[in-house]
């Protein structure tokens, strides 16, 4: 019977390895201080509202970057581009970092040339 755990092990660890570069479809973890609470339901747009779209913004951002050219490096410009709302602020430099954190890890794993071809090729976001 143990003599085929290693087998399996190997089967498990083969299945779960990606294929090519692959880049966000992750759960958004929307910091405590932008959640909407029971009474959040307003005429307006909320924090939690304005987090979440900078959040995309931000990660669109990095990405444009990075596809232009895969050696980017960044820049205190790139971290003051957005202004507004404090959940806009934070919520464009959490996703910015984490799109950099991923394509920092496709590179390492697929190499600069795969990466960016992959990065070229994505649709507009």
Same mark, same amino acid.
């Given at each position: 019977?143990? *003599?085929? /755990?290693? %087998?399996?092990?190997?089967?498990? $660890? ?5 294929? &090519?570069? $692959?880049?966000?479809?992750? %759960?958004?973890? $929307?910091? *405590?201080?932008?959640?909407? /609470?029971?009474?959040?339901?307003? +005429?307006?747009? /909320? ?10 913004? +931000? ?7 990075? #596809?232009?050219?895969? =050696?980017?490096? /960044?820049?205190?410009?790139?971290? =003051?581009?957005?202004? +507004?709302?404090?959940?806009? %602020?934070?919520?464009? &430099?959490?996703?910015?970092? #984490? #799109?950099?954190?991923? $394509?920092?890890?496709?590179? *390492?794993?697929? +190499? *600069? ?10 649709? =507009?976001?």
């Amino acid at each position: 019977m143990w *003599k085929w /755990t290693p %087998v399996f092990l190997l089967f498990l $660890v083969g299945c779960s390895t990606p294929k &090519q570069p $692959v880049i966000g479809n992750e %759960v958004i973890h $929307v910091r *405590k201080e932008f959640r909407p /609470t029971l009474g959040w339901i307003e +005429g307006g747009s /909320t924090q939690y509202e304005f987090y979440l779209e900078a959040y995309r913004a +931000g990660y669109w951002d990095c990405i444009e970057n990075y #596809a232009g050219n895969i =050696d980017y490096d /960044t820049t205190d410009a790139d971290w =003051d581009k957005q202004c +507004g709302w404090m959940s806009q %602020v934070i919520g464009w &430099q959490d996703r910015y970092a #984490a #799109a950099e954190r991923d $394509v920092r890890r496709n590179i *390492k794993r697929f +190499g *600069k040339d795969r990466t960016a071809e992959y990065l070229k090729n994505l649709p =507009d976001g």
